[in-house]
């Protein structure tokens, strides 16, 4: 099945170590999103890509990088993560831009 | 600023009774979007409805818009246990960003 993949599913990391997040998609869409989600809260979008197109969102802090090698992948990078950036991450896509989305399960961050 | 505001931010029925879920928004869109999220996981896509459209049909789920007054409603008739869940809507703007604006969510619990 077409499907939005985020590895890995929970991640540990240590205060100030650099960590990365992974998302593929079988789906061949042309945008992909990453989101920052904290508990009870909405969905917040840290950047997109349109195909090679990097948007990134004005308040999405510098410690937040992101890689699109190809159609497929996309990667979220936290060079130095606080205690603050614990939180759950999210990954979607979409055929074009504004239009249905398609989340993959989240990978859960946390920070000790 | 938060586009969508969502109202009640938590709502409990019984099973098998309906649930409404209002959304407001603040500037012209293209499309607005209902999505669910069950705990600690990805979002999943209910309904799309364009700017054009005043309401919209999908098994159990209405979804009404009203451009005039900047507001959307969710009603999910003969509710069951499965549909506990959070659920956001969330809107394209008409500038045409490629992306979305999640609104606060409603934590809708069905009592069996």
């Known amino acids: 099945d077409a499907m939005v993949i985020q590895n890995p599913r929970y991640q540990v990391t240590q205060f100030g170590k650099p960590v990365t997040l992974s998302c593929s998609q079988t789906?061949?869409?042309?945008?992909m999103y990453w989101y920052q989600q904290k508990s009870s809260q909405a969905p917040k979008l840290l950047f997109h890509?349109?195909?090679?197109?990097?948007?990134n969102e004005a308040d999405t802090p510098d410690n937040f990088q992101s890689r699109r090698p190809n159609t497929s992948f996309c990667f979220l990078d936290i060079r130095s993560p606080g205690l603050g950036d614990a939180a759950m991450y999210l990954c979607a896509t979409s055929r074009f831009g504004g239009e249905e989305q398609y989340f993959g399960p989240g990978t859960r961050l946390t920070v000790t | 600023s938060q586009q969508g505001e969502e109202d009640p931010q938590a709502l409990s029925i019984q099973e098998g009774e309906n649930a409404t879920m209002n959304c407001s928004y603040k500037?012209?869109?293209?499309?607005l979007q209902w999505y669910r999220q069950n705990s600690g996981r990805g979002l999943v896509h209910l309904i799309l409805i364009r700017s054009n459209e005043r309401e919209k049909h999908s098994g159990r789920l209405r979804v009404t818009l009203d451009t005039s007054k900047k507001s959307s409603s969710l009603l999910i008739t003969a509710s069951r246990a499965a549909d506990t869940a959070s659920y956001f809507c969330a809107t394209e703007s008409d500038f045409g960003n490629e992306k979305l604006t999640f609104g606060t969510g409603t934590r809708l619990t069905i009592i069996p």
């Open positions: 890509y349109y195909d090679k197109d990097f948007n």
């Open positions: 500037t012209s869109i293209n499309n």
């Open positions: 789906l061949n869409h042309n945008v």
